[in-house]
């Protein structure tokens, strides 16, 4: 019998450089699904490097990468298995990155058609429903620009999940928005959580990494240097670099 537990990430020693920079330190990483891992660390420490490694945005020089049993090589070579990757795997900008020409509901039904070939109604369906759940139904006509950045990341939301997404990822997804705009996003965000979507978040809203996280991991100049559930991570963190990170953001 197989008894070793089921991994939709499986990262293992890997080292990303950018020349020079090596910028990702023999990270290893596992994520369980269902699981909802905050990734929180200072500017510039890797966070965003790590979780575009993971959908094959960025290439890594030496280690092993796993995504829901696909394998991605080293040096980008991965071929086939960088395609299923990116059908299988949504992610959220933080800039929200739709495209400007095509209205909400064209900007979701895109992929849904054109990669996983759907036919239109089905994508629409689908579309209309998701815009339902992200609570934001009647924009379904406008256009990106026509829409507060608050409204655009549900789109983006909703556009990624339209591609029925096992893994999510999220590269702070409300830096970029207004204040007031913050809270909507990470409700649906929070939902998603509570439906069991498998997510990878980066973001510096330490009062949502608390209440939603099963893990937080804390990256310090490229390393993993201490995680734990949020609780733990955040009330007594072992580590001096955690203690001096939260120490400021907190
Ligand atoms: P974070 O998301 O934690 O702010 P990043 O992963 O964006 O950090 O960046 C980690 C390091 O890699 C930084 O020093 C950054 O300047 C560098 N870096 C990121 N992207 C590139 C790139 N495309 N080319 C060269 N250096 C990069
Ligand atoms: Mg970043």
Redesign the pocket.
């Known amino acids: 019998m197989n008894d070793t537990p089921q991994r939709i990430v499986r990262m293992q020693q890997l080292n990303k450089h950018?020349?020079s920079?090596h910028?990702l330190k023999d990270i290893d990483m596992e994520i369980t699904p269902g699981e909802v891992v905050v990734v929180i660390?200072?500017?510039?420490?890797?966070?965003?490097?790590?979780i575009r490694c993971i959908n094959g945005l960025e290439e890594f020089q030496t280690g092993k990468l796993e995504v829901d049993s696909n394998e991605l090589l080293p040096h980008g070579k991965s071929g086939k298995a960088l395609q299923t990757i990116r059908t299988e795997v949504g992610m959220v900008f933080q800039q929200f990155n739709l495209f400007p020409h095509l209205s909400v509901i064209d900007n979701i039904t895109l992929a849904p058609m054109k990669v996983r070939g759907w036919s239109a109604s089905d994508a629409l369906e689908t579309a209309k429903r998701l815009l339902e759940r992200v609570g934001i139904s009647d924009q379904a006509d406008k256009y990106p620009s026509q829409l507060s950045g608050g409204q655009q990341q549900r789109v983006a939301l909703a556009r990624a999940l339209a591609m029925e997404p096992r893994l999510m990822l999220f590269d702070e997804p409300t830096s970029a928005l207004d204040p007031e705009m913050i809270g909507e996003v990470l409700d649906a965000m929070r939902e998603l959580a509570k439906e069991g979507m498998t997510m990878v978040i980066?973001t510096h809203e330490m009062g949502f990494a608390r209440e939603v996280a099963d893990r937080v991991i804390f990256?310090h100049q490229g390393e993993i240097t201490e995680q734990g559930p949020p609780e733990q991570l955040f009330d007594t963190p072992q580590h001096e670099r955690t203690q001096s990170f939260l120490a400021r953001v907190l």
């Open positions: 950018f020349g920079l910028v660390g200072a500017s510039g420490s890797g966070k965003s490097t790590l980066v990256i």
